[in-house]
């Protein structure tokens, strides 16, 4: 009976690296999804010249429809929504700035096993750059 209990004991801590590395491709996944909802945001937002209404608020229902976890308020989103227009030379007055990011929540599976809580075991991933606006005056 000691080795049956001892056995299940050992097995359910082992559990814990293949379970984490499930988790480590979820987040991966998620991480990777929000790159291309951000990247082609950031591509209209060069050819509007800006980021529109219409833009953050496509943005917000991307990441939304793709993180069903987290709410709207939780979305971080600092972009440049006045006109910005091309220069035939580089010029800092073309750069349409975005700072965007999301919460990812559960970076350790089995947290509460382990003791970390859960506002303990989340991140802000957040993208921030610039990219050129392409509008013509």
Same mark, same amino acid.
């Given at each position: 009976?000691?080795?049956?209990?001892?056995?299940?004991?050992?097995?359910?801590?082992?559990?814990?690296?293949?379970?984490?590395?499930?988790?480590?491709?979820?987040?991966?996944?998620?991480? @990777?999804?929000?790159?291309?909802?951000?990247?082609?945001?950031?591509?209209?937002?060069?050819?509007?010249?800006?980021?529109?209404?219409?833009?953050?608020?496509?943005?917000?229902?991307?990441?939304?429809?793709?993180?069903?976890?987290?709410? @709207?308020?939780?979305?971080?989103?600092?972009?440049?929504?006045?006109?910005?227009?091309?220069?035939?030379?580089?010029?800092?007055?073309?750069?349409?700035?975005?700072?965007?990011?999301?919460?990812?929540?559960?970076?350790?599976?089995?947290?509460?096993?382990?003791?970390?809580?859960?506002?303990?075991?989340?991140?802000?991933?957040?993208?921030?750059?610039?990219?050129?606006?392409?509008?013509? @005056?």
């Amino acid at each position: 009976m000691k080795t049956f209990i001892v056995t299940i004991a050992a097995v359910i801590l082992l559990m814990v690296f293949p379970m984490q590395n499930v988790q480590d491709i979820v987040n991966s996944h998620k991480i @990777e999804r929000f790159d291309e909802v951000v990247y082609s945001v950031c591509q209209k937002a060069r050819t509007d010249g800006r980021f529109t209404e219409s833009n953050i608020s496509q943005l917000k229902s991307d990441i939304l429809s793709e993180f069903p976890d987290i709410g @709207e308020d939780e979305i971080i989103i600092e972009v440049t929504t006045s006109m910005k227009y091309k220069r035939f030379e580089f010029d800092s007055r073309e750069t349409i700035n975005y700072k965007i990011g999301v919460p990812i929540k559960r970076i350790v599976n089995m947290g509460r096993f382990l003791g970390i809580e859960d506002k303990d075991n989340r991140f802000n991933y957040i993208m921030e750059g610039y990219v050129l606006s392409e509008a013509l @005056e």
